[in-house]
């Protein structure tokens, strides 16, 4: 799904705003703890959210701060953001669906061990489960069958592999670590009830949601001091420095053996800790968005810059596999204008995504974006007083099948009819003649095509493309200098200069 300009075109069609939750920026500011093709995704995303975004929410301070400070590394402007915690209750009583037959469901009041200690999170690197398991056989060592056991409820994630090996190594640690990767509500509840206090020894979180659990059920987290972790924990959580094993072993050995200090923390949550409902989390969603409706709406389209060069390919990325002078060539490839010799930004690839208005148009590709038979818009802004006379040129690609149609482009009463001279992998240049009005602006792009054409599209490619667009340009026609830059730009590019 081209997700962005879905959400544009609901802006400019219906005036709406757009909200975007931002739980985390662990790939941004934790990526080594995460998978890398989705650090590289999520710094994409996260740059063009900023461009659309009407008000950002956090689901904690921490998470704001991230934001901010994301916004000042890459020049944009400070965030609209507003935080909103998660609930710490585990569920509202009225929350009652649960979407598994009753035959499934196994009663854990028949297989929860008599003493436990438990850790609630997915199995994953991040989430720290070999200090767990470290602490948990130095335990063994000196408790022996006295030993708490650790119950790990969450399924299987990214860097998980070594935690698993040394539990089946171990025997699940001679029998005292039990995963459970498959847990009904009802049964996660009773081991929270059951529990003599839990643990979430995570190196970084947006969060912490087991914790807030924890402590909404009168349990004791052991949790980690980093990131918004102390916001869920608040005064009643016991911290640890999450590199630092040997205070954590104390830590945890000191609850084990001091039950009536557990039993007195875990009575000053109950008598303490005012937990916050999952409607309570919702009203405070619906009183920001109310608020939000209130304020006048923008549509987001681009201002034209004469000179600029606008990019309708996708952001490159991929290039973790490349070394030494291989990375820098390919970088340097990806970066460089379709119509001009110079390098690009990021910004320019995301505005002329943006470009795209109504219309059959497809999700960027690393090489454009491709129109479909029913044809389409380039909608934008000429941002000054005055109306301006402009060359436009127009990298583009044809389907083969249609090479030897002509591009019909209208401008405002005015309409080009131009042939082609490209095919589906090798761009050729249109040039148009456009006088741009003050504020809103159109091109409007279509083929004259039968019934039979559409559907040969359709045969060749099942998105039924019909011309695909590069990159765009517009040039000030009174700048002669400017011009002959374009113009000997495409002649270098062809091998003619």
Request: aromatic fraction near 10%; proline fraction near 4%; glycine fraction near 6%.
């Amino acid at each position: 799904m081209d997700y962005f300009y879905e959400i544009t075109k609901i802006k400019r069609q219906w005036r709406a705003k757009f909200v975007c939750v931002i739980h985390d920026l662990i790939p941004i500011y934790a990526r080594e703890t995460c998978d890398q093709g989705t650090a590289e995704v999520f710094r994409v995303f996260l740059e063009q959210a900023f461009r659309l975004t009407d008000l950002f929410v956090c689901v904690s301070e921490n998470t704001r701060k991230d934001l901010e400070r994301f916004a000042t590394s890459e020049g944009f402007p400070p965030p609209e953001a507003y935080v909103i915690t998660h609930a710490t209750e585990f569920r509202d009583v009225a929350d009652i669906v649960e979407f598994r037959q009753e035959n499934s469901r196994s009663s854990s009041s028949h297989h929860s061990p008599e003493r436990f200690v438990l850790f609630v999170s997915t199995i994953e690197g991040r989430k720290n489960h070999r200090l767990a398991f470290n602490i948990w056989r130095k335990l063994l060592s000196t408790y022996h069958d006295e030993t708490p056991v650790l119950v790990c409820v969450g399924r299987f994630g990214w860097r998980s592999e070594e935690f698993i090996r040394d539990v089946v190594a171990t025997n699940n640690l001679s029998g005292k670590i039990i995963i459970k990767s498959d847990v009904s509500d009802e049964e996660l509840d009773e081991l929270y009830d059951k529990c003599m206090f839990t643990i979430y020894p995570s190196l970084y979180e947006g969060w912490g949601l087991p914790i807030s659990e924890s402590l909404g059920k009168g349990k004791l987290c052991v949790c980690s001091n980093t990131s918004s972790m102390p916001e869920a924990g608040q005064e009643f959580a016991l911290y640890i420095d999450p590199t630092d094993p040997a205070t954590a072993l104390q830590a945890i050995k000191g609850l084990i053996e001091d039950r009536a200090h557990l039993a007195n923390l875990n009575l000053r949550i109950k008598q303490g800790f005012v937990p916050k409902s999952w409607t309570h989390a919702a009203q405070e969603y619906l009183d920001v968005l109310s608020e939000l409706s209130s304020q006048p709406s923008k549509a987001p389209y681009v201002k034209i810059t004469s000179g600029r060069e606008y990019l309708l390919r996708g952001v490159p990325k991929g290039f973790g596999s490349c070394l030494g002078d291989e990375l820098f060539w390919n970088i340097r490839s990806a970066y460089t204008g379709t119509l001009t010799q110079a390098g690009v930004a990021v910004g320019q690839f995301f505005d002329g995504q943006e470009l795209r208005g109504k219309g059959a148009w497809k999700e960027p590709e690393a090489w454009g974006t491709w129109l479909g038979v029913d044809g389409g818009s380039l909608e934008f802004i000429w941002p000054e007083k005055q109306h301006a006379s402009f060359l436009c040129a127009i990298a583009y690609r044809i389907l083969p099948i249609f090479s030897a149609k002509q591009v019909i482009y209208t401008i405002g009463s005015k309409i080009h009819k131009l042939s082609t001279s490209s095919n589906s992998d090798v761009e050729a240049v249109h040039f148009l003649r456009c006088e741009l009005m003050p504020g809103y602006n159109s091109i409007q792009i279509h083929m004259e095509l039968t019934a039979e054409d559409r559907a040969n599209a359709a045969k060749v490619d099942i998105r039924a493309p019909m011309i695909g667009i590069s990159s765009i340009m517009f040039v000030d026609r009174k700048n002669l200098e400017a011009r002959l830059d374009l113009y000997e730009t495409l002649l270098q590019k062809r091998g003619i200069l």
